[in-house]
């Protein structure tokens, strides 16, 4: 029966991970058939929320169309050979301001206030054991209830891959087998650095761990990152960045003017120069890409970095 596949697109509310701490997702499973699939793990920027909570706002529905299940087919459709998982923060401060408390200590409107631990990396393990788990048991009323959630949560008409024979069953999902992808988008960026605090104290005080997910995490994409805090955009201390180098973490930077030309935070420019040139030093292999350098800096084209970013990073 068709409700023993793995669902191609689906919303599930309150996954558990670590010490009661919880997360709202959105999953999409791989668009082609590969035998041993990458997951790839996404944190959204402020405003990203699911539709009906986008539109309901009287600014943010002027950005809908990259609401959390648009954002998910999107990634689908750039990472074929990987299950998508959208990780909604657990919190947004006036329905606006991404809080991602669960991974990072953050103030109310979500600024980090980077901690050398935080279990940040245990949340996330748990997290995509208990997303197996939930989609493994799901009945097929629960499941088509929040199949059909997540396809109403689609705008602009956004198409599927085509169905590719051979989908897997449910009770095959194992992410947290997986080697791992993570994508950080503006906001989404202070999971990815607070992951490397966590590098660093699990490296510098050879704690002994038995996380799975740090060796399985292959690549780390840093898309056009900032936060409204005066400080910590980017990462620059050299020995946070070290850790990155000892775990052989291909990174990808892709970021726009909006940015990194915004006079009003001088910082973040100089913060991501002296974090990408510490990486090619440390011989850490780094790709950087500027976008839209050659046209205003606007929201618009902060989001679409979304669009171009995995088309530039494989040309």
């Given at each position: 029966?068709?409700?023993?596949?793995?669902?191609?697109?689906?919303?599930?509310?309150?996954?558990?991970?670590?010490?009661?701490?919880?997360?709202?997702?959105?999953?999409?499973?791989?668009?082609?058939?590969?035998?041993?699939?990458?997951?790839?793990?996404?944190?959204?920027?402020?405003?990203?929320?699911?539709?009906e909570?986008?539109?309901?706002?009287?600014?943010?529905?002027?950005?809908?169309?990259?609401?959390?299940?648009?954002?998910?087919?999107?990634?689908?459709?750039?990472?074929?050979?990987?299950?998508?998982?959208?990780?909604?923060?657990?919190r947004?401060?006036?329905?606006?301001?991404?809080?991602?408390?669960?991974?990072?200590?953050?103030?109310?409107?979500?600024?980090?206030?980077?901690l050398?631990?935080?279990?940040?990396?245990?949340?996330?393990?748990?997290?995509?054991h208990?997303v197996?788990?939930?989609?493994?048991?799901?009945?097929?009323?629960?499941?088509?209830?929040?199949?059909?959630?997540?396809?109403?949560?689609?705008?602009?008409?956004?198409?599927?891959?085509?169905n590719?024979?051979?989908?897997?069953?449910?009770?095959?999902?194992?992410?947290?087998?997986?080697?791992?992808?993570?994508?950080?988008?503006?906001?989404?960026?202070?999971?990815?650095?607070?992951?490397?605090?966590?590098?660093?104290?699990?490296?510098?005080?050879?704690?002994?761990?038995?996380?799975k997910?740090?060796?399985?995490?292959?690549?780390?994409y840093?898309?056009?990152?900032?936060?409204?805090?005066?400080?910590?955009?980017?990462?620059?201390?050299?020995n946070?960045?070290?850790s990155?180098?000892?775990?052989?973490?291909?990174?990808?930077?892709?970021?726009?003017?909006?940015?990194?030309?915004?006079?009003?935070?001088?910082?973040?420019?100089?913060?991501?120069?002296?974090f990408?040139?510490?990486?090619?030093?440390?011989?850490?292999p780094?790709?950087?890409?500027?976008?839209?350098?050659?046209?205003?800096?606007?929201?618009?084209?902060?989001?679409?970095?979304?669009?171009?970013?995995?088309?530039?990073?494989?040309?």
């Amino acid at each position: 029966m068709s409700d023993q596949f793995l669902p191609d697109l689906i919303r599930l509310t309150n996954i558990s991970g670590f010490d009661n701490r919880s997360n709202d997702v959105v999953y999409c499973r791989p668009s082609t058939n590969v035998e041993n699939p990458n997951v790839c793990v996404f944190f959204g920027g402020d405003v990203q929320d699911f539709t009906e909570n986008m539109l309901s706002h009287r600014d943010n529905k002027n950005h809908v169309q990259w609401n959390l299940e648009n954002t998910a087919k999107l990634l689908q459709h750039s990472f074929v050979d990987s299950h998508i998982v959208v990780v909604r923060p657990v919190r947004m401060e006036y329905r606006t301001f991404s809080c991602y408390e669960n991974f990072v200590q953050c103030t109310h409107c979500g600024v980090p206030e980077h901690l050398p631990m935080y279990n940040g990396l245990q949340h996330l393990e748990e997290l995509l054991h208990n997303v197996s788990v939930k989609i493994q048991n799901m009945t097929e009323q629960e499941l088509n209830d929040s199949v059909q959630i997540a396809k109403n949560g689609l705008v602009d008409g956004t198409n599927s891959p085509q169905n590719a024979a051979n989908i897997p069953t449910r009770n095959t999902l194992n992410l947290d087998e997986c080697n791992v992808t993570l994508v950080g988008f503006s906001k989404g960026c202070v999971v990815l650095n607070q992951f490397l605090y966590e590098f660093d104290y699990y490296s510098s005080n050879a704690v002994a761990t038995n996380l799975k997910i740090i060796p399985k995490i292959r690549e780390m994409y840093w898309l056009d990152g900032g936060h409204s805090g005066g400080k910590n955009t980017w990462m620059t201390s050299a020995n946070l960045l070290e850790s990155i180098a000892k775990l052989g973490i291909r990174i990808m930077v892709h970021v726009t003017p909006y940015q990194i030309e915004d006079e009003r935070r001088p910082w973040i420019k100089k913060e991501e120069k002296l974090f990408s040139d510490t990486l090619k030093k440390l011989g850490v292999p780094i790709r950087r890409i500027v976008h839209f350098d050659d046209i205003p800096a606007s929201i618009q084209n902060h989001f679409n970095v979304l669009n171009v970013f995995k088309s530039a990073d494989n040309s």
